[in-house]
């Protein structure tokens, strides 16, 4: 939620490594600001009023238990799978079946995702029948059971492709397949990054250019644009039909190279109001022009790049030491796979915080941004900016106090409460200072 690019980032590069995708999600720091405030009226806090105050810490509470619990039932679901040798039972059949490592891999990588994902499909509907009793989503069962076969379908694809490569390298280099595959991940990365917009995305929902139905609003887009000296062309900017199952707001930036676009949801159009849209674009705009997506592609796979070495030396020690107990001849037999997936996800849940550490400083950094981008060209900027992100946090019913470790951990946008501060307190034209990134005078 909350403006998601960084979201959609971390799932490709997740997926990218593992079949057990953690995905962390939120908003998160406080810096208590005690500068001036850059804003005439009092400072406006976050705040909800009683009753969405009382959902939003419900949810809260719901969706912290929930990431954590989901969590250890899938290592432990991949631990049973290593214990009943699940992955011995896939080897013996796919070595029976073919001797084509191709369709060796495709038997084994599908049949393994669909059972891990068929034991994950409860907490899914929970979730779901959850965003449907707080009114944060309005999709019918049968099309969000559409959505989960799709992604299943893309995943099944996506994996196979990757398990194909992981022990084509292993069986290549037993000693350096960690860094080979890692290797082979970024072009894929790439691709995915690249395709995304353009093909998985108008899977799961519509998309119309912008101008088509907000041309009015793309007009004052331009200004923005142009006042930063930047280049978004108007093919660049699509509006997203969420309205169809989200009652939340979002915009995002996504795509590579030539896909690269800004996406607005026509729920953010409906519930705030030009200004305050402005603004939030400027955000994204601040994604699109400083270049975080390559950016933090980049640092995420150098994570992973750590990750997969801890794993390989982890992977090592622990098929020398019980591999025979768990029939496993070596890494490089496809009996391994819960093995390698249970570690990778084990690692990965442990470097979110690192993850979402990167993605708050981003996000942080697209925050000023779009308070400089706007500045002079919207009447208030540190009020409409206030008022977005208030009317941002009680639609999809942020909890306004959340705590510090949540924030470490979950939180992959600073918190609303810290956002709302900042930019009221943001001045560095009172300052007599040049703005960071848009110079000059609006
Ligand atoms: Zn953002």
Redesign the pocket.
């Known amino acids: 939620m909350v403006?998601?690019?960084?979201r959609v980032v971390l799932v490709v590069v997740l997926l990218a490594a593992s079949a057990a995708a953690l995905t962390a999600s939120g908003e998160a720091p406080s810096n208590s600001v005690s500068a001036a405030p850059a804003t005439s009226h009092p400072i406006l806090q976050y705040s909800l009023p009683p009753d969405k105050l009382a959902h939003s810490y419900a949810l809260y509470r719901l969706d912290a238990t929930l990431y954590f619990v989901t969590s250890v039932w899938s290592f432990l679901v991949l631990f049973l799978m290593l214990r009943m040798r699940f992955g011995v039972r896939l080897r013996d059949w796919a070595e029976r079946t073919s001797r084509f490592r191709v369709v060796q891999a495709l038997i084994v990588m599908s049949l393994f995702t669909l059972v891990f994902e068929l034991t994950q499909l409860p907490f899914d509907i929970h979730r779901h029948y959850v965003g449907l009793s707080y009114g944060l989503s309005v999709q019918r069962w049968g099309s969000w059971f559409g959505d989960w076969g799709k992604s299943l379908l893309l995943g099944l694809v996506f994996v196979t492709l990757l398990g194909w490569i992981l022990y084509g390298a292993l069986r290549r280099s037993p000693r350096g397949w960690w860094f080979y595959f890692w290797l082979a991940l970024i072009p894929i990365v790439i691709l995915v990054l690249f395709v995304t917009p353009i093909w998985i995305e108008p899977m799961f929902n519509k998309f119309e250019p912008l101008s088509d139905h907000h041309s009015d609003l793309v007009a004052q887009i331009e200004r923005v644009v142009h006042r930063a000296g930047m280049d978004i062309p108007p093919e660049r900017m699509f509006e997203m039909k969420a309205s169809e199952k989200s009652t939340t707001l979002n915009a995002?930036?996504t795509g590579f190279g030539s896909t690269k676009r800004v996406v607005v949801w026509d729920t953010t159009m409906e519930h705030m109001t030009t200004p305050e849209t402005l603004f939030v674009f400027g955000?994204?705009m601040?994604?699109y022009v400083l270049g975080h997506i390559p950016k933090e592609t980049g640092i995420i796979l150098l994570q992973l790049l750590v990750l997969f070495y801890i794993g390989y030396r982890l992977a090592t020690w622990l098929v020398a030491r019980y591999g025979a107990g768990w029939g496993i001849r070596d890494l490089s037999d496809w009996a391994s796979l819960p093995l390698l997936v249970l570690i990778l996800s084990l690692l990965t849940f442990l470097a979110t915080p690192a993850f979402n550490a990167v993605s708050r400083h981003?996000?942080h950094q697209?925050d000023q941004y779009g308070l400089e981008v706007v500045h002079g060209l919207i009447p208030d900027t540190p009020l409409a900016a206030a008022q977005a992100f208030q009317v941002l946090g009680e639609r999809s019913l942020d909890y306004p106090y959340v705590s510090k470790f949540a924030e470490f951990w979950l939180w992959d946008?600073p918190t609303i409460r810290d956002r709302i501060i900042f930019v009221q307190t943001y001045d560095p034209w009172g300052e007599g200072r040049q703005p960071e990134f848009v110079k000059g005078a609006p």
């Open positions: 403006f998601t690019r960084s995002y930036v955000h994204e601040g994604h981003y996000e697209a946008h």
